[in-house]
């Protein structure tokens, strides 16, 4: 996937920036029992925030959103402000490669569709020491649902996610990072549609036409149509899996 300008234009002003629900947000946040009056939550990868907001809304969370590219920050300031929840929340732009906190200083770790970015298990295993005792870590990942998919899909994945591991095989992973699993699911595919990819379906005529004779922007434009037309094909056999973990 190329993320350069095209990709930025596609993506900016979107409800979110890969697939959720805020239904989805709230019953992973359910299984977050025992918290401190004042919970500490560290949202990674956080893009234009829905799930933060969200989050700030449902609990009395003080909430770092972490996310590198200023735009999205920007965006989650404006959203929080309008949603009255600003005050909760501290933005902090960086790279979630490098995290400059305190070691123990977050009772949860909050990340939707980005732990990919660093890789699921480098994720669980180099954030646990951020993470207080028995701190959670509320983390979806794209996985596969069906162990043996069809080849089309199989080879497509190769190519933008190679990485991707099946359920079990992520349980285990969990496993040995330290993290008993208090609840897992499998997004709902409406949560790909509704707040992604039709949001960006919607501005992709518009972006052909303005590119028209630019080629580097029309082969970023078809990247995101043939995402989007293999999840229509495909989504039975993969998915997004939100599990709700506690540090052992
Ligand atoms: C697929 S989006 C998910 C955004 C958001 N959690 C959501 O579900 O709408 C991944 C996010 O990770 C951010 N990101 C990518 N690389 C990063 C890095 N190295 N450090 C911090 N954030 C990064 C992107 O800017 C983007 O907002």
């Not at 501290?90 to 305190?102: A, K, S, T």
């Not at 992973?173 to 949001?199: C, H, R, T």
Request: glycine content about 6%; charged content about 30%.
């Amino acid at each position: 996937m190329r993320v350069n300008e095209w990709f930025f234009e596609v993506h900016n002003d979107l409800p979110r920036e890969g697939p959720g629900d805020m239904r989805s947000t709230r019953r992973a946040y359910r299984m977050l029992t025992g918290l401190p009056e004042k919970p500490r939550f560290l949202d990674v990868g956080c893009g234009p925030g829905m799930q933060t907001i969200e989050l700030a809304k449902i609990s009395n969370a003080e909430i770092t959103a972490f996310d590198v590219h200023q735009p999205f920050l920007d965006e989650l300031a404006k959203r929080a402000k309008n949603e009255g929840v600003s005050e909760r929340i501290r933005l902090v732009r960086g790279d979630m490669n490098c995290f400059d906190f305190e070691v123990k200083s977050f009772d949860v770790i909050w990340c939707e569709g980005a732990i990919f970015v660093v890789g699921f298990e480098k994720g669980l295993r180099g954030w646990s020491k951020f993470l207080v005792d028995r701190g959670y870590f509320a983390v979806s990942e794209l996985c596969w649902i069906d162990p043996n998919p069809p080849r089309e899909i199989k080879a497509y994945m190769m190519e933008v996610y190679s990485s991707a591991k099946t359920v079990k095989e992520n349980l285990q992973i969990i496993k040995e990072a330290g993290y008993q699993v208090k609840d897992y699911f499998v997004l709902p595919e409406s949560s790909w549609w509704e707040n992604y990819y039709l949001p960006i379906l919607s501005k992709l005529p518009a972006l052909k036409k303005k590119h028209k004779d630019n080629s580097e922007a029309l082969a970023t434009i078809a990247e995101e149509e043939k995402k989007i037309e293999m999840f229509r094909r495909y989504s039975k056999h993969y998915g997004y899996v939100f599990y709700t973990l506690q540090k052992e």
